[in-house]
């Protein structure tokens, strides 16, 4: 497990911009594991928004494609996620996670969550 702690959230307009940052405490993020970023909004299930593999590949939910620029920074043991042109609808609690590569994505048993971000988005 790896403690992970989110940062960056917040209220924005329609239209606009917001990065989030993710730091893994401890011992940092070992480089055999996946990042991603998971979004949740009441009464639904959490959804992969992006994700960035331990080659640096990146795939990203269609929904932000375009939009949304997810990167990590190994030496920093940092994952970001770069937001922009942001709608209402990606109003949500913003969740970073990691898990070695080869499990599957979004696993509570082989993966570690973050407490998650809240962020908000007006119309």
């Known amino acids: 497990q790896v403690p992970l702690v989110e940062s960056g959230g917040g209220l924005v307009q329609e239209g606009g911009s917001l990065r989030l940052s993710c730091k893994a405490l401890?011992?940092?993020?070992?480089?055999?594991?996946?990042l991603a970023w998971f979004r949740q909004i009441p009464e639904h299930q959490r959804e992969l928004v992006a994700v960035?593999?331990?080659?640096?590949?990146?795939t990203y939910a269609d929904s932000v494609k375009g939009r949304f620029i997810i990167s990590r920074d190994n030496a920093k043991n940092t994952i970001d996620l770069q937001m922009n042109m942001l709608k209402s609808t990606d109003t949500a609690v913003y969740y970073c996670?990691?898990?070695?590569?080869?499990?599957?994505?979004?696993?509570?048993?082989?993966?570690?969550w973050g407490r998650g971000t809240q962020v908000t988005v007006s119309s």
């Open positions: 996670h990691a898990i070695p590569t080869g499990m599957p994505l979004g696993s509570d048993r082989f993966g570690s």
């Open positions: 401890g011992n940092g993020i070992p480089q055999i594991y996946d």
């Open positions: 960035v593999t331990i080659g640096n590949r990146t």
